[in-house]
């Protein structure tokens, strides 16, 4: 199954893509729809902002508690002043956030069932939001968040609500993620059927 599915995606992207540039496209893909399942959790910020490369765009935020494992994985400050003048950008932000790494295929085998198309598809999407520097993360204290999120945090039932608890104060803190989405007109609902849109909108996608 493994091997069908490299195969599958190197036919698909061009036979001098390396066995390494499919588990990349998988990873990319993975990413995407991580990101795209946590969208429900998030909240629109209030202000316009832009891409990049220009593009009038809308900031949507997304808190995790900053528990000792997460914060495991980068170099971050004790104290709380430096700690909040640190970021993460790109890949870099979801995997600190909780995007989960794929080391093997084992996991991602779905692909091929789900089609080898539609990997590179999210993969694309994925690359439009790397390319414009749209994905960042930093430290916040508790008082530090996005107006429009915190009461959120709080909702019976949420991961981050039930957390919240035992990650109080400065002990802790949270991790804010601020993804960055194409457009100017809030949305109804945040879904991923709305990123979705947002991205094929501004970009065309590939392959055709």
Same mark, same amino acid.
């Given at each position: 199954?493994?091997?069908?599915? %490299?195969?599958?995606?190197?036919?698909?992207?061009?036979?001098?893509?390396?066995?390494?540039?499919?588990?990349?496209? *998988?990873? $990319?893909?993975?990413?995407?729809?991580?990101?795209?399942?946590?969208?429900?959790?998030?909240?629109?910020?209030?202000? @316009?902002?832009?891409?990049?490369?220009?593009?009038?765009?809308?900031? *949507? =935020?997304?808190?995790?508690?900053?528990?000792?494992?997460?914060?495991?994985?980068? =170099?971050?400050?004790?104290? &709380?002043?430096?700690? @909040?003048?640190?970021?993460?950008?790109?890949?870099?932000?979801?995997? #600190?956030?909780?995007?989960?790494?794929?080391?093997?295929?084992?996991?991602?085998?779905? +692909?091929?069932?789900? +089609?080898? *198309?539609?990997?590179?598809?999210?993969?694309?999407?994925?690359?439009?939001?790397?390319?414009?520097?749209?994905?960042?993360?930093?430290?916040?204290?508790?008082?530090?968040?996005? #107006?429009?999120?915190?009461? /959120?945090?709080?909702?019976?039932?949420?991961?981050?609500? !039930?957390?919240?608890? !035992?990650?109080?104060?400065? $002990?802790?803190?949270?991790? %804010?993620? @601020?993804? /960055?989405? &194409?457009?100017?007109?809030?949305?109804?609902? %945040?879904?991923?059927?709305?990123?979705?849109?947002?991205?094929?909108?501004?970009?065309? *996608?590939?392959?055709?």
């Amino acid at each position: 199954m493994i091997l069908r599915t %490299l195969s599958l995606l190197r036919s698909l992207q061009s036979a001098s893509h390396t066995a390494d540039d499919a588990r990349g496209t *998988i990873q $990319q893909a993975s990413d995407y729809r991580w990101l795209r399942e946590a969208l429900g959790h998030g909240a629109v910020g209030r202000d @316009e902002t832009r891409l990049s490369d220009g593009t009038p765009a809308r900031v *949507i =935020n997304l808190a995790y508690p900053a528990t000792t494992r997460r914060l495991a994985g980068g =170099n971050w400050p004790e104290a &709380p002043a430096a700690r @909040e003048r640190c970021h993460v950008s790109g890949q870099h932000a979801c995997r #600190a956030a909780g995007a989960p790494a794929y080391r093997t295929l084992e996991s991602l085998s779905r +692909g091929l069932a789900e +089609g080898g *198309i539609a990997v590179l598809r999210d993969a694309s999407r994925f690359q439009y939001l790397l390319d414009r520097d749209a994905l960042a993360l930093t430290w916040r204290r508790p008082q530090g968040l996005p #107006a429009g999120l915190s009461p /959120r945090l709080a909702e019976p039932g949420s991961q981050a609500g !039930s957390q919240a608890g !035992s990650q109080a104060g400065s $002990q802790a803190g949270w991790l %804010l993620l @601020e993804l /960055r989405v &194409p457009g100017t007109a809030p949305p109804g609902h %945040l879904t991923g059927a709305w990123l979705d849109e947002r991205l094929d909108r501004y970009r065309r *996608i590939l392959p055709r």
